[in-house]
């Protein structure tokens, strides 16, 4: 059983559109991360989640919003999407904030702006 | 200066040989130690957590010096499958669990 999902694996659209990406874990944690790894493969962080709760917002455009619905399921959404948005976009899950929590990845969302 | 920072490479290295190579982090404060491991187009993967006193799992050694900031890691009797890149990830205290990521260095073992 895939331990974080993510949908959709690629994603192509054109500038101007709105898409959301979903992620989903079943390993029980509290805790989940939007990552975005552009060409240059630097991971950002971009939000996390506890319980629910907003932890980590990093300045990223308020183009992009998090939605937790549940411990469960953290979902990206990106309205007016530009050029620059195109990169590799992971999700990320870890037990809680403990130092020696591992982080589990998703297996990336492939975003292509035209 | 960025927060963890790794040599690019890529260390070309010949299968069977040993490559080493290390990651420098600028908070005195951070807490734990992760290598990750990040194949082209795939998500990055827990290689080892990297513990005060050393720690090996199979051909693979982390050590961390906490006087001069810096985790290594050592790969020995390469194999092709090694050839990745290996993120270097610091966990700093209080930090909410904001992991900080190197950019990588790549590896690459040829025949």
């Known amino acids: 059983d895939t331990a974080v999902s993510q949908t959709p694996k690629y994603l192509v659209t054109q500038m101007g559109n709105d898409k959301s990406i979903k992620c989903e874990q079943n390993?029980?944690?509290?805790?989940m991360y939007w990552y975005k790894q552009d060409s240059k493969k630097f991971l950002k962080i971009m939000f996390s989640?506890?319980?629910?709760?907003?932890?980590i917002n990093e300045t990223v455009p308020n183009r992009f919003s998090p939605k937790s619905p549940d411990k469960a399921h953290l979902n990206l959404h990106i309205n007016s999407l530009e050029l620059g948005d195109s990169a590799v976009y992971f999700c990320?899950?870890?037990?809680?904030?403990?130092?020696?929590?591992?982080?589990?990845f998703g297996p990336g969302t492939r975003l292509t702006v035209l | 200066r960025k927060e963890v920072e790794q040599d690019p490479g890529p260390f070309n290295v010949p299968e069977g040989a040993t490559v080493a190579f290390n990651c420098t982090y600028s908070n005195s404060a951070s807490q734990s130690f992760f290598w990750y491991r990040q194949d082209c187009r795939k998500e990055p993967k827990l290689l080892m957590s990297?513990?005060?006193s050393g720690n090996e799992d199979g051909r693979f050694t982390a050590q961390l010096n906490r006087a001069s900031q810096y985790i290594s890691l050592l790969i020995r009797d390469s194999k092709l499958s090694d050839s990745a890149t290996y993120l270097c990830?610091?966990?700093?205290?209080?930090?909410?669990?904001?992991?900080?990521f190197g950019a990588g260095t790549q590896v690459v073992v040829t025949p």
């Open positions: 990297v513990y005060s």
């Open positions: 989640y506890n319980n629910k709760e907003l932890i």
């Open positions: 390993l029980g944690h509290d805790t």
């Open positions: 990320a899950s870890r037990l809680g904030l403990a130092v020696n929590n591992e982080q589990f």
């Open positions: 990830v610091v966990n700093p205290t209080d930090s909410w669990g904001k992991l900080q």
